[in-house]
């Protein structure tokens, strides 16, 4: 099977142009009443999720009236060899800057942009991704927001994140939450610069017009006032309050912040992540996820977030997973190793820091050809969809045979 397979034409023969200039001109008649007469079908896709597989309507703007700028997004690979330099410069420029670099800018960072997105600050439909280096006394404010949010740590060591009081420092693979309605501040008083990927629920808040941001924690303290939180907790806080798997702790289920349906946990170590999946190496696995494990929210074992959740797999040295598609999106970053991902026709040879995504409805595997195991984290908005009942995933056997895996 090929991904052009059913591909089909859906667009509805226009109206005459007779018919549509009288509607025309009646609309134009009507728009001071902010009515509008239907001239055109909806263009969005008129096929199953799962036919829509072409990416020929990738990036373009939606015709007609109804889903008037719907965009698609495309399969993208972010090597980190051609967007690293980057982040080098910024930090050399305000290194040099005029002003101290607390005062240069909040963020040194550049937002990943998808290709098919026409410029948006998005990677897929939901969630937006950047990368951020902060130099040596760099730090970002006290401050939350109603966006969920997240770091995947990039560089060695350094660096933090603190949450609610919890001082949580960066190592390599660490993921730190910031979940919605939690005080955080971010900064580096280390010696080497500190690189890591920011993932946000922002574009689904934005879509929703419900974003806000509050800089004024009360009683904040730092180099500058109210700038930085006090490490109220002990260090490995989260770990030590839901950090032993199977027992769920009785006394401290209440959430920290006011996000509702978040998790309690905040950081999830690096080395924790790995030794977990090497644990698990002589399963079978999952035939079209490798060994694979999630982020859960410790208290019910749920999706960190209510719209986004986090895994990491291990992808085998030989191993060759069977294609999946599903109707939520994923961003995925390699943590260690190189291989490839197979998407949409598309062949993505990643090594590690480099980025790329896998939007809805698209046919995707991941090779790895060794020598070494290979390690993915990803983002996806599969909870936010499950939430609306719009989750459906898909996977073919290595005869070509498709299966309902999720209906
Ligand atoms: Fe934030």
Redesign the pocket.
Known sequence: MTMSDDVKTTAHAPLSSDARARMEALNADAKHLSIWLRTQANAPAQQPWFKETNLAQAGKLAEGRVAAGQMKAVPHHWKWSEISPYLDKIARIATEADVPPTEFADRQQFLLTNPGLGGRLQVAASIRCAVSIYNPGDL?RA???SPN?SRTILSDNGGYTTVEGERCIANRGDLIL?PNGTW?DHGNDGSTPVVWIDTLDWPLMEFLDIIWLDEDMPGAMGVDNKRQQRASAPDGYSHDLYGVGGLMPRIATRGRGFGKGVSPYFHYRGEDTREALLALRGEAGDPREGIAIGFVNPVNGGPVFPTLSYGAQLIRAGEETQFKRETSSTVYVCISGRGETEVAGKVFKWEENDIFVVPNFLWRRHVCHGPKDAILYSMTDQPLLEKIGQYRAQGMDAHGKVINIVE
Request: hydrophobic share 45%; proline share 0%; glycine share 0%.
């Open positions: 970002a401050h939350l927001h949010a910031t955080h």
